[in-house]
């Protein structure tokens, strides 16, 4: 599997800036990026390599079963998992996928280029909503005013707040923050980047500090804002379809089946329509890997509103969706 992985996908990379990749993206595909493989030195941990590479700990956690995260060891093989399946959203302004655990933000009104970074998102107690938003204003070395449910919550920790957090290494909004129409909630840097890329916030969405200082400098007051809950993508790349899982929240594992992939199987194939290797995707589920992995028939893409309709009576497993059997 790892062959095909680190194949590019039909896309290219722009530029490095930041930490931030800028990629150009084709209209008919959905998988940008590639995986990339590193050897690790004896004082790695995913913690600095996660900075280093621009991912989040859970995405290198789960791309790398098995292996220490405090000690991958001199010479380990790891995966940086730096290939993506867009979410099922428009290709405008941010996007938000929480249980990914990734940001993508489309600076053009065609959707051609996108960058995309890591972030961390609401703890269970304390989830990120959804849906749509604007940005409504920046500001540089914000001062924080926490909430009094966040001052209770320190105080009964034996941790008090104060009313007002100025600006400086203590504030956790880091040093910059994009504010959203959703009353109270942010996009903001952190003073504690080692937690980037898991469930720790108190709703608000954080970012590597070099991370929002890029995306601070591009959006704007107005830039729309969608935050989704997609832990499986489908989406077309080279060749067919390509899935990407990611395991959904605890408290809603029992709502994400194999009933979800099949609808997102009816909509990426409304225009044209290919085969899929059914188990091969409920592996790809089952694993949650983060990673796209490509489960098509080879060369059985045909535009949908031509397919034979006796294509569909033939047997076999390509055919067949043993999920909903």
């Known amino acids: 599997m790892i062959d095909r992985l680190t194949i590019a996908a039909s896309c290219l990379l722009i530029a490095t800036v930041a930490g931030a990749r800028e990629y150009a993206l084709s209209p008919d ?15 790695d941990t995913f913690v600095g390599l996660a900075r280093r590479y621009d991912v ?54 065609d959707g ?4 995309t970074y890591p972030i961390s998102v609401g703890r269970q107690e304390w989830n990120t909503p959804l849906g749509r938003a604007t940005v409504v204003r920046k500001t540089e070395l914000p001062t ?9 919550e320190h105080a009964e920790r034996g941790d008090p707040l104060p009313s007002v957090v100025p600006p400086g290494p203590d504030n956790p909004l880091g040093e910059h923050a994009i504010y959203l129409s959703m009353p109270g909630y942010l ?33 704007d007051p107005s ?17 067919g379809l390509f899935l990407e899982a990611h395991p959904p929240f605890v408290e809603e594992s029992e709502e994400w089946t194999a009933t979800e992939l099949t609808r997102l199987y009816v909509g990426a194939t409304s225009e044209r329509n290919v085969q899929v290797r059914w188990n091969q995707a409920e592996a790809v589920m089952t694993a949650s890997s983060g990673m796209p992995e490509f489960v098509s028939v080879e060369g059985t893409i045909t535009v949908a509103d031509v397919v034979d309709d ?3 009576e033939a047997s076999g497993e390509h055919l067949s969706n043993p999920l909903l059997d």
């Open 29 to 43: 595909s959905d998988v940008f990026g590639e995986i990339q493989i590193i050897r690790t030195i004896e004082a």
């Open 223 to 239: 830039e729309t804002v969608m935050i989704v809950n997609q832990p499986y993508k489908l989406g077309w790349g080279e060749g």
């Open 310 to 312: 006796t294509a569909a």
């Open 187 to 219: 996009i903001h840097g952190t003073n504690e980047p080692r937690g980037l890329g898991m469930r720790v916030s108190h709703g608000c969405i954080r970012m590597f500090p070099e991370d929002i200082a890029a995306l601070f400098q591009m959006v």
């Open 112 to 115: 051609s280029r996108v960058f």
């Open 144 to 152: 924080w005013y926490p909430p009094e449910s966040v001052r209770t």
């Open 56 to 109: 989040g700990y859970e995405e290198l956690r789960r791309a790398n079963p098995g292996i220490d995260p405090w000690l991958p060891g001199e010479g380990t093989e790891l995966i940086i998992p730096t290939r993506y399946v867009l979410p099922d959203a428009p290709r405008r302004g941010i996007v938000l996928n929480v249980p990914e655990f990734r940001l993508y933000y489309f600076p053009d009104d």
